[in-house]
C-alpha cells in the first residue's frame, strides 16, 4: 500500500509527485488545499519516499496502486492531480477509472511519448557510492558535476536519509530506475479517450507541453482547459506556488 501525507478534511484531493520525488515535495502546497476545504492525499508513488519498492514500474501499475489506495481509505470520488510522472498516473487512472475520478489537474506533462532525458541527472545518482560512507556534503559535491541546476540538487537531496548511524541512502529505488528509464516517457494509447473536466497547467518557460500538442491532447480530453503559470518552468507549482495555487483553487471550486 502506498504511504501518504492526509491533512484536512472535505473532499478527497489526491496529488501524485513527479519522477525522483515524494510526497514532501507537497507540503507547503497541500497545507493551502486543506485550509480552502480538501482532505488532501499528497502520495508517495511505488519506488518513491516511504512506499514500497518493485520491480514492477510502469503507468498501468501506478495507476492501480493508486486504485487500490482509494480502496483502502474507503475514497468513492476525489479530485486528482499530479506533476510530471504524476501527471501521466493521473492520466491512466482518470481512463481506467473515471468512476473515482471528478476533476483532473496534469501539472507540465502531455499525453504523448516523451524521450528519456534523464541521463545527468541519473549519472550524478549513480556516481555517489555510499559503501564509503559519504556526508551529505559529499553527496551534494559529487552532484554538483553532473547536476548544474541548483534548485535540481537540492529537489534530489530531498530523497537522502540516514538509513542508520553513519550511512546515508535514496529513499528511491535506483536500480529499477536504471533498469527501467523507458518507462518513464510512456504515452497513454492513442485510443484513450478521457470525457471529465481537465486542466493542464504550462509553465511558461517549459517545453513538455508545446502548442503544436494541444491539439492531440484535445482530442483525448475534450473539455480540457489549459493555463500558463508565469515565470516558471517544469518545477512550476515550486517556482511560481502562489499563481499554481490561484489557478488550481480556481479549476477545483467552479
Not at 470520488?77 to 506533476?83: L, P
Not at 528519456?116 to 560512507?133: E, M, R, T, Y
Not at 546515508?168 to 535506483?174: D, V
Not at 497513454?188 to 503544436?212: C, H, Q
Amino acid at each position: 500500500m502506498l504511504e501518504s501525507r492526509i491533512e484536512g478534511s472535505g473532499k478527497p484531493f489526491i496529488i501524485m509527485h513527479g519522477f525522483l520525488g515524494m510526497s514532501d515535495n507537497w507540503k507547503t502546497l497541500s497545507g493551502s488545499y486543506a485550509e480552502a476545504g480538501f482532505e488532501v492525499h499528497a502520495v508517495d508513488m511505488r519506488n518513491h519516499g516511504r512506499s514500497f519498492h518493485s520491480d514492477t514500474f510502469d503507468y498501468n501499475a501506478m495507476a492501480l496502486d493508486i486504485y487500490n489506495y482509494c480502496l483502502s481509505k474507503n475514497i468513492e470520488k476525489a479530485d486528482i492531480m499530479g506533476h510530471s510522472m504524476g501527471g501521466k498516473v493521473a492520466m491512466f487512472f482518470a481512463a481506467e477509472y473515471p468512476e473515482k475520478t471528478d476533476r483532473l489537474i496534469i501539472a507540465d506533462i502531455g499525453p504523448k511519448y516523451y524521450r528519456p532525458h534523464h541521463q545527468d541527472i541519473l549519472a550524478g545518482l549513480n556516481a555517489v557510492d555510499f559503501s564509503k560512507k559519504p556526508s551529505r556534503s559529499d553527496v551534494e559535491d559529487i552532484l554538483k558535476q553532473h547536476v548544474e541546476d541548483f534548485g535540481t540538487r537540492q529537489f534530489l537531496m530531498k530523497s537522502l536519509y540516514w538509513k542508520e548511524q553513519g550511512q546515508l541512502g535514496f529513499r528511491f529505488n535506483l536500480d529499477i530506475f536504471n533498469e527501467k528509464i523507458e518507462n518513464i516517457g510512456q504515452a497513454l494509447p492513442e485510443d484513450v479517450v478521457y470525457n471529465g473536466k481537465v486542466l493542464f497547467l504550462r509553465g511558461d518557460k517549459s517545453a513538455y507541453i508545446r502548442d503544436k500538442d494541444i491539439e492531440d491532447i484535445k482530442r483525448q480530453f475534450p473539455q480540457a482547459e489549459f493555463k500558463n503559470i508565469k515565470n516558471s518552468g517544469h518545477w512550476l507549482h515550486a517556482e511560481n506556488p502562489e499563481d499554481f495555487l490561484a489557478e488550481t483553487l480556481k479549476f477545483l471550486k467552479k
